[in-house]
């Protein structure tokens, strides 16, 4: 008796189940899928600095031909009535906000979703800033000039490039990468942050970096050393190259149990034991220090 009485509870949650997900999937049938398109055009010369927030779109920013910053809002939204967007320019900043209201009900993310972008082009100028912050966006600059840069997103990718700076680029990423290429800034301090992602760059010349990662590695190559580089991982990997074989340096490497792999000469080692080096090149005038729990280090 009670076996019959727990298959028909069985058969009623299951039957309910298909029924909601039935209505689900007729209802958003039944919704048209919107087209979204909106452009707004400020005079570059009044903006000092742009500032995004968003959670439901990927940022991009590229270099514009005209006098104007252009932002471009474009893609599909099932419900768009539950956005929020605001453009507006307020002494100088030009702030972008994109928010979604969380509806009622269930939603089922496999039988609908969005997909918005955001288009910053900025003509050629020196911003004060650019402030990104995002949820599981993709962000992405290339070719702007500008003295201080923050992004920062959960579980989206970040990519930089063709960018320079003046005083300091702040990256932070939970679970996305970052991946940097031709970023100068000679007098720049560059601080990158990620918990699972990894940190790539190549044609890097920065006055200082500094690198965490957890378990993504970091694989940095620097036109040359110009000042102080740091990384810290937990399991990552690091690596750093230089085009140009730097002449002066401290070298300070430690780990618990990753191995090193260092191809620089002219070395003189005061250390150089397993699982620690400690070494320095000319009047070490940088300072290049990596600590480790099992990751390796590679220096060429």
């Known amino acids: 008796m009670k076996k019959a009485v727990w298959i028909v509870l069985l058969a009623l949650i299951l039957g309910g189940s298909g029924t909601l997900i039935s209505f689900q999937n007729t209802k958003s049938l039944e919704e048209e899928k919107r087209e979204v398109h909106k ?27 005209s006098n104007q910053i252009q932002v471009t809002l474009s893609g599909y939204a099932w419900k768009w009535k539950q956005y929020s967007y605001q ?18 009900g269930l939603s089922f993310g496999f039988i609908r979703g969005d997909d918005l972008k955001l288009l910053i082009e900025v003509p050629e100028q020196k911003l004060a800033f650019v402030k990104i912050n995002t949820s599981s ?22 990519e930089v490039s ?21 970023i100068k800034g000679p007098n720049a301090v560059v601080d990158l942050s990620t918990s699972s992602g990894d940190i790539e760059g190549t044609g890097l010349l920065v006055h200082e970096m500094k ?27 690091v690596t ?48 290049i220090v990596v600590e480790t729990s099992s990751g390796d280090f590679t220096l060429y």
Not at 47 to 53: L, S
Not at 95 to 101: D, S, W, Y
Not at 137 to 158: K, P, Y
Not at 166 to 175: A, D, F, G, Q, R
């Open 39 to 65: 452009q707004e055009a400020f005079t570059a010369s009044e903006i000092q600095g742009i500032n995004v927030d968003t959670s439901s779109a990927d940022v991009q920013f590229i270099e514009g031909k």
């Open 87 to 104: 453009v507006e320019e307020m002494d100088g900043e030009l702030k972008i906000q994109l928010e979604k209201n969380p509806g009622l």
């Open 137 to 158: 966006s993709e962000v992405s600059l290339s070719d702007l000039q500008v003295n201080h840069l923050i992004a920062s997103t959960s579980s989206g990718d970040i």
């Open 162 to 182: 063709n960018l320079q700076m003046e005083e300091k680029l702040n990256i932070h990423s939970s679970s996305g990468d970052v991946t940097m290429t031709d």
């Open 211 to 237: 690198a965490d990662s957890s378990s993504g590695k970091v694989d940095v190559s620097h036109k040359r050393l110009a000042g102080n580089l740091t990384a810290n991982t937990s399991s990552g990997d």
């Open 240 to 287: 750093f190259s230089f085009e140009e074989e730097p002449p002066s340096f401290m070298l300070s490497y430690q780990s618990s149990s990753g191995d090193e792999r260092i191809q620089l000469d002219g070395i003189h080692y005061e250390r150089r034991a397993e699982h620690e080096v400690k070494g320095h090149k000319g009047d070490q005038k940088y300072q």
